[in-house]
C-alpha cells in the first residue's frame, strides 16, 4: 500500500477503538497500524506465554519464546490469512513450534554441560522464589506431560491448559471435532492418574 494511502487510513482510527475489533479486523490492519498489532499482543500474550511455560517448565524460557512468537507473528502478518475470528490458535501453533525447537536445543545444551567440568555457581535467590516456586510446581506437571505422545501434549496445551474450543483446536490440529472430544476425554482420565501416581512416588520417596 502507498505510503499516502496508509496514512490516511491511520487517522481513521486511535487506540481507544481497537478493543472493539475483532481479531481478524486487527490482523488485516496491522500491516498499516502497528497499534492494532499491539492490541493483539495485549489480548494474547498471557495465553501464548502459558502455552510456553507449560511446555518448557521454566519462566525465563516462555518470556523469551513469548517474544519470539510475537517477533515471528509480525513478519509474517502480511503474508498468514487468519481463518476464524480469533488469530490465538495460529499464535499458539507458533507458539507449539517454538517450544519444541527450544526443548530440543536444551537438550543439546544439558548434553554440552554435562561434558564440562562442574561449577559452583551461587546467584540471589531470594529474588526468584516466587519464579522458582512455579517452576517446580510446572515441573512436576510437565514429568506426567512426558509420558504422553506429541499429538497428546498439543491437546493438553491447547484445549485443557489453554482453553482452546473443541472446534478451534479441530482446526489448528487438523483434526475432526469429534475425534478431539473423544481424546480429551480420555486425556482428562489418563493424566489424572498419573498425577496420583507421581504425587504418591514423590511422598514415599520424601
Known amino acids: 500500500m502507498a505510503q499516502g494511502t496508509a496514512q490516511r487510513e491511520r487517522t481513521l482510527f486511535n487506540v481507544d477503538q481497537y478493543p472493539a ?19 493483539l499482543f495485549r489480548r494474547h500474550a498471557r495465553a501464548v506465554h502459558a502455552v510456553c511455560f507449560w511446555r518448557t517448565a521454566s519462566a525465563a524460557t516462555a518470556d523469551d519464546l513469548t517474544s519470539v512468537v510475537f517477533l515471528e507473528a509480525w513478519r509474517l502478518r502480511d ?9 490465538l490458535p495460529w499464535l499458539l501453533g507458533v507458539a507449539n513450534n517454538c517450544a519444541r525447537n527450544a526443548e530440543r536445543s536444551a ?6 554441560l554435562e561434558r564440562l567440568p562442574r561449577v559452583d555457581a551461587r546467584g540471589d535467590e531470594d529474588e526468584q522464589v516466587d519464579r522458582l516456586d512455579a517452576e517446580v510446581s510446572m515441573s512436576f506437571v510437565k514429568r506426567a506431560l512426558d509420558a504422553l505422545s506429541d499429538s497428546e501434549r498439543d491437546l493438553v496445551v ?8 473443541y472446534e478451534e483446536a479441530a482446526v489448528m490440529l487438523k483434526i ?12 482428562r482420565d489418563k493424566l489424572q492418574h498419573s498425577l496420583i501416581a507421581l504425587n504418591t512416588m514423590e511422598k514415599e520417596s520424601s
Open 21 to 39: 475489533f475483532s481479531d481478524l479486523e486487527l490482523w488485516r490492519l496491522a500491516s498499516v497500524e502497528p497499534d492494532a498489532f499491539g492490541e
Open 79 to 87: 503474508r498468514v490469512t487468519i481463518t476464524g475470528d480469533s488469530v
Open 107 to 112: 537438550r543439546r545444551y544439558r548434553q554440552a
Open 158 to 165: 491447547l484445549v485443557l491448559w489453554s482453553q482452546l474450543t
Open 176 to 187: 475432526p471435532v469429534g475425534t478431539v472430544r473423544s481424546r480429551v476425554s480420555r486425556l
